[in-house]
């Protein structure tokens, strides 16, 4: 039996939508000792119970703000070690993937970031990663007695399967052997009102064709009660911050509803979004690469279209 | 102080690739080249160089001799210098057989004062690299910087992610990766380009650099990979050109039924 | 008659000084333009040989033909210049007359025909200048108030009012003088029957009728007018050409001289133009050719980054522009508000060379439109002398250039600066980096994958054979199809390319493609100054088509027809190229196509794009017209501007690649033209002109279509194949 530990998130109190992915695809693999890093209340608690976990860790560790990653890594290694885990679940992202990196080299563990699936067949972990700019997906077994992987949101949809885990609150103190990196400075995230990005339901993006208004990507956004995002020439224009990038280096997403404003669909946007359930494009230019995938493709200027639709959906 | 860069050579991600029948990508098909990740290293390497009095820039990868294509593209943006190891028992390394490589190259040049690496490859897209590098090396990891710079004896970088924008600092010797924020790539002049003819590669085998061929291979390989599937292309739906507005009534109709 | 006396010795007095200062002047004028213009570095082949240069140049010169757009301006700047040329010899004359009021001059003095030429021209010199004087107010602009439209339009905005006014001046007080001085002479011959003959109207024709009413003034009286307007003809002349010595950047007056010889050392010997092919880059003095890379020298410099830097024809362009603006008129980019002015940039550089100082007019030109930033101090010319978005802003389109009354080659220079700023500063636009990875790596601008470069003629219902594939050499077939980039990568270019290869396919044209071997022209990179990645491409060509002994090519981008036509012959390789209109316009007259136009109620009026390098560049404005008339049975409706006159697309010079972001957009004020003829649709013959057009359609209510040529070609062949039996268009 796999004993798998998962890293669990939460924003302001709540849990992340990826978090109960996790949870769920642990589920799958074995028992599953959910991790909480820093702070976590009772309806966290109550919250993270949902997704069916064994245990329920909350660890306290000092060191966690005001180092980059490597305090998280070394605490998440002390609990695999308690738990003898064999398996190893963080969400992707920057973060995530080199949290898993420094876990894996320290529990001499294999290693696969932004993986989609996590089944075992005839007991051998079997994980798939989807490579080349969505092209293909390759499947992997891991030889190594341990496994860490870094999961992409949107790969499962979490089931509720409520439990009773035993709770444990834990201290961790972070101790270098080496020297590190320190953390000088933090400026929080702006709030948003929106979901976030990963996990949003529908997703509106605008890209270069904005010309920098992203005034109707925001107002469609809000109309459908979704997350704004940004294409790389966007974001390298300056017109949205980078956290909103969809694509190979930014946030892959899989919503029901992707809406592409002016974006004309370099495969390195695409790769961050094939998989939405429905896409619509609006692009004055018809040889766009995005119409060429798109369920629903107009042809116009979104200058117009985008308020004439948002008045409609009032 | 030596600006070591760990380059990758990868196959283009424009072309079309194809999985050879060991389902390792096929380097004969499509054309391969320096990844545009690890450009911006090299760029950023550059700038940093610029920047301080003594250092220069020494360009790394792990790979078969066509690498040197990689490498020369950097050495024509600027690098001083270009180190190739290359060595048939590499192949079908996972990413800690790379890591062991470098690592060891690393250690086997002098001087190294800051590791640089781009956030990801672009074929393998594994990530991971940089914070294998660290701590392997024991030095600090500045990672995903959209900013970097040396001040005063301090590498600082900034970094903005999920948690917001940090300023992290540490001292050399440490490693630092870069994203493909932190500045475009320079196109070398042609002056460069006929600097460049003039450096050469080193290329150095495992034993050279100290390495044991039973840390890296396929043989050594932690993850083994047991089937490429291709994915179905996206059809394309419906085209409609929008005449004066007249394309509204179809995306609202569109819109609710995607969003039921 | 003391006071007579006096005042003619005053004259004398006067008129000497003043000649002996302003010929000093002027000779050290002349004597510091010569040194700043041969201190430039060599400009191989410019002085011979003679023959064939002087013909070219009195060709031109004689006949105006630069002026043809501006016909009034045209004649009257001919008058002038005859005129000036005629009263040289009678200046010499008037330092005698001024003593001796009835001296002639020698040999044709007296001769009836000299006479009747010199009236004429006179009068009709002073009309000129008059004329040309009115048109210089009507277009008056004035730079410090730079916020008026109706300035930055001018086409005078930035050049050196008191200069133009000055030399106007003089030139009408002169004649004005000759005119007086002919009339008091007639008067004085005329009034006494033994000389009357000689002052009658015979010899005096227009100068004779004014001159009777001085017959009642005493004969000391008309002789002391004589010699004041004679002196006063001196000192205005020896004025103006003491000032012209001073002012060696007062090139309104030099091009007198300066012009003449620029138009002898023009680049292109048979009288064309300095378009088509871009000037080779020199490194020492010789060609740059990326075959001996090995043999460069290692402190070599690429392009021209510095003043001394320019070829001295450069410096001598400089020195001659006459600021008549007309480079700046036409100006695709100063049109639509970017900070690029040929005459602007002509004059910056022109004022670098002596020494950086500008006249009032030039300098606040400079500034208020943005071609010299102010206040930078950086080396170099760009960006100090030349803005960087002013340098970047040119579409090549070389209407400037082929303007230009004395010859000045804009479109050369500005590509040689951008070839310093490619090759040694690597500073550009940021599009262009990855339009240079792209070509570097992939071949095509848009870095798609070479294995698609055949795609477009999947799905035809004929084969299309590939040399080295299908074919083994080029002798088998009669052309060779250049697809280019656009034409097997774009979807509107790769439509025309399918179209334009159905019509040979139908008329029975043997030919073949070189397939995935094909690379880009480098047309885009040559043209922002990466001459590096221009040369790979065009050798890689070059080799390909010399493994199959092309020597008949066929390209349907008028940018691929000029590269693999004009240039690759600079690098040893000798192609014939016609463009598809020429071929297509050749199959329909041999009978091999016979388009048929539409029923009567279905005919639209169609206009016609030049696109640059088709016309202006290569000087193919009639084929594509001739086709259009056939297929249409109508003549094309002309836009503004057509022709050799058209206005880019916005497109060449690499900008294809590049945004937009400053000033208003070419393509849609080019759309405008389209828009105002009222014609349905819009034919051109290059792709990149395709796709600016097209998009500037898609952004705009009820705007015509935009097509190539061979769409309607092959529409009027396809109903000719239904129909048989309707005539054809050509009855």
Redesign the interface.
């Known amino acids: 039996m796999n004993n798998v530990i998962v890293l669990v998130t939460a924003t302001n109190g709540l849990l992340d939508a990826a978090s109960a992915e996790l949870l769920t695809i642990g589920a799958g693999l074995g028992p599953v000792t959910a991790v909480v890093a820093g702070e976590a209340g009772d309806a966290l608690v109550a919250e993270i119970a949902q997704y069916g976990p064994a245990e329920v860790h909350v660890v306290s560790c000092p060191q966690l703000t005001d180092t ?3 305090a998280k890594a070394a605490l998440l290694v002390d609990r695999a070690a308690e738990t003898h885990a064999g398996i190893v679940l963080v969400a992707s ?3 995530g ?2 949290v ?3 876990v ?3 529990l001499g ?6 993986a989609v699936a996590a089944r075992l067949v005839d007991g051998e972990l ?2 798939d990663k ?15 007695p341990i496994a860490v992987l870094s999961m992409k949101a949107n790969s499962c949809t979490p089931a509720f399967v409520p439990a009773e885990p035993a709770v444990r609150q834990a201290h961790f103190d972070y101790t270098a ?13 702006a709030a948003s009102s929106r979901p976030k990005l990963v996990e949003a ?2 997703v509106v993006s605008g890209g270069r064709g904005t010309d920098g208004d992203f005034a109707p990507v925001e107002a469609l956004a809000d109309a ?1 009660g979704g997350a704004v995002g940004a294409s ?1 020439a966007a ?2 224009a300056g017109f949205a ?3 909103l990038q969809v694509g ?2 930014g946030k892959t997403v899989s919503p ?2 992707y809406v592409a404003l002016g974006i004309s669909g370099a ?2 946007h695409i790769a961050g979004m ?1 998989t939405a ?4 494009a ?1 692009n004055s230019d ?1 040889e766009a690469p995005i ?11 979104l200058k ?2 985008v308020p ?2 948002v008045a ?2 009032g | 102080m030596k600006i070591l860069t760990c380059v990758k050579y990868v196959p ?6 194809g ?1 050879d029948s060991d ?1 390792r ?1 096929g380097r004969t098909g ?2 391969s ?1 320096l990844s545009e ?1 690890d450009e911006y290293a090299v760029e950023q390497a550059l700038r940093l160089k610029a920047t301080m009095d003594d250092a220069t820039v020494t360009v790394l990868s792990v790979g078969p001799a066509d690498a040197e294509v990689a490498l020369r593209k950097a050495l024509q943006m600027g690098a001083d210098e270009a180190v190739l190891i290359s060595d048939g028992a590499i192949a079908g390394s ?3 057989g790379t890591a062991a490589v470098l690592i060891a190259a690393a250690k086997h040049l002098d001087e190294v004062g800051l590791v640089m690496c781009g ?2 490859s ?11 590098l660290a ?2 090396l ?7 910087a ?1 900013e970097v710079s040396v001040e005063d004896g301090q590498a600082r970088i900034v ?13 050399p010797p ?1 490693v630092v990766s870069v ?3 932190s500045g ?11 600097a460049a ?1 003039k450096k050469s590669v080193t290329t150095l085998g495992l034993a050279e650099v100290g390495v044991s061929a039973d840390l890296v291979g396929a043989g050594a ?11 179905p ?13 007249s ?2 009534d ?3 109709e ?2 609710a ?3 039921k | 008659m003391k006071l007579l006396l006096f005042v003619v010795a005053i004259a004398v007095t006067v008129a000497v000084a003043v000649t002996l200062a302003a010929v000093a002047l002027f000779v050290r004028g002349a004597l510091t333009l010569y040194r700043r213009i041969a201190a430039g570095a060599p400009s191989p082949g410019r002085l011979g040989p003679v023959g064939p240069r002087l013909g070219a140049m009195i060709t031109e010169i004689l006949s105006h033909r630069r002026f043809s757009a501006r016909p009034l301006v045209r004649v009257a700047h001919w008058v002038v210049m005859v005129s000036f040329i005629l009263l040289v010899p009678t200046l010499a004359i008037a330092y005698v007359q001024v003593l001796a009021p009835d001296a002639e001059l020698p040999l044709v003095g007296g001769w009836v025909v000299w006479q009747w030429l010199l009236e004429l021209f006179s009068v009709g010199g002073l009309l000129a200048i008059v004329t040309l004087f009115v048109v210089r107010l009507r277009h008056r602009s004035d730079p410090d108030d730079a916020a008026a439209a109706r300035d930055w339009r001018s086409r005078f905005f930035g050049s050196t009012r008191w200069q133009a006014y000055f030399v106007e001046a003089v030139i009408a007080v002169v004649l004005v003088c000759v005119l007086v001085m002919h009339t008091l002479r007639s008067a004085a011959l005329a009034r006494y029957p033994e000389t009357a003959a000689d002052g009658g109207w015979a010899h005096y024709p227009l100068t004779f009728w004014a001159g009777q009413l001085f017959w009642n003034l005493s004969p000391a009286a008309l002789d002391a007018g004589i010699s004041t307007a004679a002196a006063l003809k001196i000192i205005t002349s020896m004025i103006w050409l003491g000032v012209v010595g001073y002012a060696t950047t007062m090139s309104v007056a030099w091009h007198r001289f300066l012009g003449v010889v620029n138009v002898y050392a023009r680049r292109e010997r048979d009288g064309r133009p300095a378009l088509g092919a871009a000037t080779p880059m020199l490194v020492d003095g010789k060609p740059f050719d990326i075959r001996d ?1 090995d043999d ?1 020298d ?1 402190d ?1 410099t ?1 392009g021209i980054g510095s003043i001394d830097e320019f070829g001295w024809k450069g410096l001598l362009d400089f020195a001659s522009c006459t600021e008549c603006g007309r480079c700046q008129d036409l100006c695709p980019a100063w049109n639509t508000g970017k900070p690029l002015s040929p005459k602007l940039v002509t004059l910056a550089l022109r004022d670098q060379a002596a020494g950086g100082a500008h006249t009032g007019d030039v300098f606040a030109a400079l500034r208020s439109s943005g071609v010299q930033p102010a206040g930078a101090a950086e080396a170099g010319l760009v960006p100090t002398v030349i803005n960087p978005d002013a340098l970047w802003a040119c579409t090549t389109c070389g209407a400037c250039t082929d303007q230009c009354p004395v010859d000045i080659e804009h479109v050369d220079h500005l590509i040689n600066l951008r070839r310093h700023e ?5 500073d ?1 636009p ?1 599009e ?2 990855s339009l ?2 792209n070509l570097d ?2 071949g095509n601008p848009w ?5 698609q470069r055949f795609d477009w003629a999947k799905g035809l219902e004929f084969e299309v054979p590939v040399l080295g594939v299908d074919v083994t050499s080029a002798a088998e077939v009669d052309y060779v199809l250049w697809v280019g980039c656009s034409g097997a990568y774009d979807e509107k270019g790769k439509k025309t390319t399918r179209a334009f290869a159905e019509l040979l396919h139908l008329a029975g044209v043997r030919f073949a493609v070189l397939g995935e071997a094909e690379t880009c022209c480098g047309d885009s990179a040559r043209r922002t100054g990466n ?2 990645t221009y040369q790979g491409l065009a050798v890689q060509n070059i080799e390909t088509m010399a493994e199959f002994g092309v020597t008949k090519v066929v390209a349907s981008c008028a940018h691929c027809l000029n590269t693999v036509g004009r240039e690759y012959a600079q690098l040893g390789a000798s192609y014939t190229v016609e463009h598809h209109t020429q071929v297509l316009n050749r199959l329909i007259r041999e009978g091999r196509l016979n388009p048929v136009a539409p029923p009567e109620e279905e005919r639209v009026a169609i206009t016609y794009h030049d696109p640059c390098y088709l016309g202006r560049h290569n000087g193919e404005t009639s084929a594509p017209r001739e086709l259009l008339a056939a297929v249409a049975a109508a003549p094309v409706v002309e836009m503004e501007h057509h022709g050799t006159q058209s206005m880019c697309c916005g497109a060449g010079g690499g900008r294809m690649w590049a945004e937009e972001s400053l000033g208003t957009r070419i393509n849609a004020a080019r759309m405008d033209e389209a828009v105002a003829t009222g014609a349905a649709t819009v034919a051109t013959a290059c792709p990149f002109c395709s796709i600016m057009l097209g998009d500037a359609a898609a952004g705009r ?1 009820a705007a015509p279509a935009v097509t190539d040529v061979a769409h309607l070609v092959l529409a009027g062949v396809k109903r000719g194949l239904d129909n048989p039996t309707q005539p054809k268009t050509e009855d």
């Open positions: 980059l990653v490597v992202g920057l973060e993937n080199e898993a990196a420094l894996a080299a320290k563990a294999g290693l696969v970031t932004d079997a994980v989807v490579v080349w700019a969505g092209k293909y997906t390759v499947t992997a077994t891991v030889a190594a052997t080496a020297p590190v990196a320190t953390v000088i400075s933090t400026e929080p995230a339901g529908v459908l790389r974001v390298d911050p980078q956290p190979q280096t029901e509803l495969i390195q094939r359930r429905q896409i619509l609006i018809p119409h060429r995938l798109a369920d629903l493709s107009v042809v116009g200027d117009t279209i004439a639709v409609r959906l | 283009d991600a424009g072309d079309e690739v999985f389902l990508l499509p054309s080249k990740l996972d990413v800690f956030m990801s672009t074929d393998a897209g594994v990530g991971a690299l940089p914070a294998l701590d392997a024991g030095w600090p990891l500045l990672s995903n959209a970094r903005t992610d999920e948690v917001g924008t940090r300023v992290v600092t540490a001292a440490a994203t493909d924020q475009e790539p320079r196109y070398p002049s042609f002056k460069d380009v006929l003819k390989a932690r993850v083994q990979v047991t089937a490429v599937v291709r994915n292309e996206r059809a394309a739906g419906r085209v409609i050109v929008d005449v004066d507005g394309s509204v179809d995306i609202v569109f819109l039924a995607a969003t | 890379i460069l290692e070599a690429f490619v090759m040694v500063k690597s550009f940021e262009f980096g240079y990875g790596t992939k870095g798609l994958p070479p294995r001459e590096a209510d």
